[in-house]
T-cell receptor, first 110, second 120 residues
Framework: EDQVTQSPEALRLQEGESSSLNCSYTVSGLRGLFWYRQDPGKGPEFLFTLYSAGEEKEKERLKATLTKKESFLHITAPKPEDSATYLCAVRHSNDYKLSFGAGTTVTVRA | GAVVSQHPSRVICKSGTSVKIECRSLDFQATTMFWYRQFPKQSLMLMATSNEGSKATYEQGVEKDKFLINHASLTLSTLTVTSAHPEDSSFYIC????????????????FGPGTRLLVL
């Protein structure tokens, strides 16, 4: 059974304090690992898709990396507007369904 | 691009009534739409997969007679919660993926803003 585990559950950062979020997964035949950002009371917003180990994607202060067992979302010099829950999801091998992790809630204080 | 809308954004209804939620892809054709529910401080749980012109596929444990899904066109899917009860109160979110063959499409699910359902 596919499993997606995110850590830590919550992360409190000072503005400018860089950190990383972890997403470890076990899935037969990874067809894509997805990162989303979700603000309270809203739907998830797509950030990145990673397909193979060694791949990296960047967007503003966010950088996602992928290994064979886990993915990291690095937040460099975060700002308060980066506060959100970050969700990791993996695509199953034979269909387009996604299995989501529980998320990491990031709070950035000014 | 890749905008998905939902209507209504929130709804309050009495126990026993039915509620319909619409999910629309505004600027692309969606081959597949997905319906999720999310409880407070929990992650998204897939309820069903909806393909245009065919019956929805429900996840294990989801009652298909209670959660009716219709995918009438490549831009519209609806979820009807029939005979709603307080335990159906939740945040319902839809997502859509591009029709294969379009540039940048196929793999990624784009999510709507969600519908908050409260059943009294």
């Amino acid at each position: 059974e596919d499993q997606v585990t995110q850590s830590p559950e919550a992360l409190r950062l000072q503005e400018g304090e860089s950190s990383s979020l972890n997403c470890s997964y076990t899935v037969s035949g990874l067809r894509g690992l997805f990162w989303y950002r979700q603000d309270p009371g809203k739907g998830p917003e797509f950030l990145f898709t990673l397909y193979s180990a060694g791949e990296e994607k960047e967007k503003e202060r966010l950088k996602a990396t992928l290994t064979k067992k886990e993915s990291f979302l690095h937040i460099t010099a975060p700002k308060p507007e980066d506060s959100a829950t970050y969700l990791c999801a993996v695509r199953h091998s034979n269909d387009y369904k996604l299995s989501f992790g529980a998320g990491t809630t990031v709070t950035v204080r000014a | 691009g890749a905008v998905v809308s939902q209507h209504p954004s929130r709804v309050i209804c009495k126990s026993g009534t039915s509620v319909k939620i619409e999910c629309r892809s505004l600027d692309f054709q969606a081959t597949t739409m997905f319906w999720y529910r999310q409880f407070p401080k929990q992650s998204l749980m897939l309820m069903a997969t909806s393909n245009e012109g065919s019956k929805a596929t429900y996840e294990q444990g989801v009652e298909k007679d209670k959660f009716l899904i219709n995918h009438a066109s490549l831009t519209l899917s609806t979820l009807t919660v029939t005979s709603a009860h307080p335990e159906d109160s939740s945040f319902y979110i839809c997502s859509a993926r591009f029709k294969p063959g379009l540039a940048g499409g196929g793999e990624t699910q784009y999510f709507g803003p969600g519908t908050r359902l409260l059943v009294l």
